[in-house]
């Protein structure tokens, strides 16, 4: 399948002025992987108003696939066929779509990273919302985000901690066994299996 894109009508929330705006409804980073760039970067997401250069975020419904992953951008339950070799996942926002293509690009599985993220809110003593931004170094550390003080802050974590929440995955196969179709894997998913 290939990428599905359309035209709307956007209104720009600080001038008012209507333009038009190409959308993707369905991206195949797989036929066009240039479209992968562009959701890593948010650039896909990003309205620039022709007026007033205001750039405001545009929210619509949307499948990504690449080879590993297909994600669905919706707030409704959706059902597929021919997951086979790709993870399903739902995702409520932009952002979070955003972070699930960079997991997967990075041949991360988005799972133990939950619990990873668990593990390192833990750690701070902070209830913060953990992004994943990206490996670094040598070592592949793991970088998170997160805001506080109205700045994004930058953590890495050792790569130790991801594989030992992969093993503790590995070990406990109620975690994974639901884990077939369109399945919502976030904070909240996490929290069930921790109580």
Sequence with gaps: MSS??????????GCGQESEQLVYRHIDAVAEPELKARVLSGELFLHTCPSCGRKSLITFPVIYRDEHL???????????????????????????????????NAGLDDVPLEFCKFVTRQELGKDVDLKFLRLDGADNDIIF???????????????????????????????????????RVDREWTEQFLR
């Design 70 to 104: 297909l994600a669905c951008l919706s707030d409704r339950s959706i059902a597929v066929e021919g997951l086979e070799g790709v993870s399903g996942r739902l995702v409520a926002d932009i952002g979070s779509l955003i972070e699930k293509v960079k997991i997967f």
């Design 145 to 183: 985000t997160y805001p506080e003080g109205g700045q994004m802050q930058m953590l890495a974590v050792g790569f130790n901690n991801y594989e030992d929440c992969r093993a503790i995955v590995a070990r406990n196969p109620e975690i994974t066994n639901g884990l077939s179709g369109l399945v």
């Design 4 to 13: 599905v894109s359309t035209t709307v009508k956007m209104r720009c929330p």
